[in-house]
């Protein structure tokens, strides 16, 4: 939205106060110029107020308490510069400008201060990237959440990262993993003295250094205390990058 376009809108928002200062229906003002802030409804936070900010048109609302978006057809704009249109948020999306990402500040109030230490931002091959909120790579934390198994489940590929133990188990538990894509990682951990397994899906096989399951095969442990973590490489292969204690490849 440009700046002619920003006026205009504005303008269209005003016509109890064009005819306040007296001009009819149908006519023009070459300017306008205000000493003080211009408010639109009530001086509270239901109305909207337009300031100057260091040389910037400020949207805020009508008790100044904080800033406002400007709106148009149920779409939010965040201007970058005079005419760029940075970012819109429409339908509960945030949808961003190739080259523009996110920064969040140490301060709540970004014009009062602090520094933006984090961001994510979209690099030129269209890869999503963690930022120390500047131009250089940042650091992203995440929980591996483990869940008790007592029975049989198929795993869904939203369980990705996530580790599963037999605690609680008086048998075996055989866990079916999602069709294999690459970039999928699962874990287990034998917590009772009773066989747990992956079994991978058909088609897929698990391997463990040289030894390769049968296409649909499973890798099993009944030892307490080993762990596994075993990632997808392609479409068909899960292979184990991490294990303790002792573990038996359907072969």
């Known amino acids: 939205m440009a700046n002619s376009e920003t006026v ?6 005003t016509p109890a106060l064009i005819r306040a200062l007296g001009v009819a229906s149908g006519g023009s003002v070459s300017s306008l110029t205000f000493t003080d802030a211009l408010i639109l409804g009530a001086a509270t936070t239901s109305g909207v107020r337009l300031d100057l900010e ?52 140490s301060d709540s109030d970004i014009l009062a201060g602090g520094s933006n230490d984090t961001g994510l931002k979209r690099s030129s091959a269209g890869v999503v990237q963690v930022t120390d909120g500047s131009s250089g790579m940042g650091s992203l934390r995440a929980l591996r959440t483990a869940t008790a198994r007592t029975g049989d489940a198929t795993l869904a590929a939203t369980g990705s990262l996530s580790f599963q133990t037999n605690e609680g188990a008086s048998g075996a538990v055989n866990l079916t993993l999602p069709t294999a894509v690459a970039g ?40 307490v205390g080993s762990t596994l973590i075993i990632q997808s490489i392609n479409a068909t292969e899960w292979i184990v990058v991490s294990k303790t204690g002792t573990w038996t490849v359907d072969s």
Do not use: H
């Open 8 to 13: 205009a809108a504005i303008m269209a928002f």
């Open 54 to 105: 260091s040389g910037n048109l400020a949207v805020r609302e009508g008790d100044d308490s904080g800033y406002g978006p400007i709106v148009k057809a149920g779409q939010y704009y965040c201007m970058s510069g005079a005419t760029t249109l940075a970012a819109m948020v429409q339908s509960a999306q945030v949808v961003l400008g190739a080259a523009v990402g996110l920064r969040w500040y």
């Open 184 to 223: 999928y990682s699962m874990g287990l951990i034998v917590q009772a003295n009773q066989y747990i397994r992956f079994t991978a899906a058909t088609g897929d096989t698990i391997r463990d250094g040289s030894t390769v399951s049968a296409a649909a095969g499973y890798i099993r442990s009944t030892t």
